[in-house]
């Protein structure tokens, strides 16, 4: 089974700032099937990216996602007021969904 | 617009059982994979259950395995979870959520809190 885990826990960061969060699988995985959530408090989580790259409908272009084989990572380049939340990443694999601890972006 | 309007949480006794409903629409249903994840308070998010779209194909995390199961009722644009023998740490908020490309979660309900506590 595939254990995700994310880095920092933590992210504290001003208004315009650019926001790094990494999610790491315990064993190479296809990007096809990386994910990233965000989830702001009182909220249903909101898918922002799939297939490790693609951003979701909706979804403006500051997020972006990269990596490959065990390491992946979420780029927020500019951080809006709204963008404060919890990130998620998940995979999917052998009818299994697995979700990362999460990283909360909050402000500085 | 899709909605997903998850009915039937509560506060059961350990032991108990509980049935969970989620009405499906602004999609055509059973065309889609439908799953539940499930969020205890203050903590992270966890994958429940899940079923095909032709309820051929089920699959359960195994912290539930056993105890929940999940169905559908495409006629019914309907996704359920029965939840047996419940425990203390099921105590979550629970999502009803639609399957994007075999692979990840589109949509999510606003969720049903599920509380087990004597």
């Known amino acids: 089974e595939i254990v995700l885990t994310q880095s920092p826990g933590t992210l504290s960061l001003s208004p315009g700032e650019r926001a790094t969060l990494s999610c790491r699988a315990s064993?190479?995985?296809?990007?096809?099937?990386v994910a990233w959530y965000q989830q702001k408090p009182g909220q249903a989580p909101r898918l922002v990216i799939h297939?490790?790259?693609s951003r979701a409908t909706g979804i403006p272009d500051r997020f972006s996602g990269s990596g490959s084989g065990t390491d992946f990572t979420l780029t927020i380049s500019r951080l809006e007021p709204e963008d404060f939340a919890v990130y998620y990443c998940?995979?999917?694999?052998?009818?299994?969904?697995?979700f990362g601890p999460g990283t909360k972006v909050d402000i500085k | 617009e899709v909605q997903l309007v998850e009915s039937g949480g509560g506060l059961v006794q350990p032991g108990r059982s509980l049935r969970l409903s989620c009405a499906a629409s602004?999609?055509?249903?059973?065309?889609?994979?439908m799953n539940w994840v499930r969020q205890a308070p203050g903590k992270g998010l966890e994958w429940v259950s899940g079923?095909?779209?032709?309820?051929?194909?089920?699959a359960y995390a195994d912290a539930v395995k056993g105890r929940f199961t999940i169905s559908r009722d495409n006629a019914k644009n309907s996704v359920f979870l029965q939840m047996n023998s419940l425990r203390a740490e099921d105590t979550a908020v629970y999502y009803c959520?639609?399957?994007?490309?075999?692979?990840?979660?589109?949509?999510w309900g606003r969720g049903t809190l599920v509380t087990v506590s004597s």
């Open positions: 959520v639609k399957v994007y490309g075999g692979r990840c979660f589109d949509y």
């Open positions: 602004g999609f055509i249903f059973d065309d889609h994979a």
């Open positions: 079923i095909s779209w032709n309820s051929g194909s089920l």
């Open positions: 064993q190479s995985v296809d990007s096809f099937y």
């Open positions: 297939g490790a790259s």
């Open positions: 998940q995979h999917y694999g052998s009818t299994l969904f697995t």
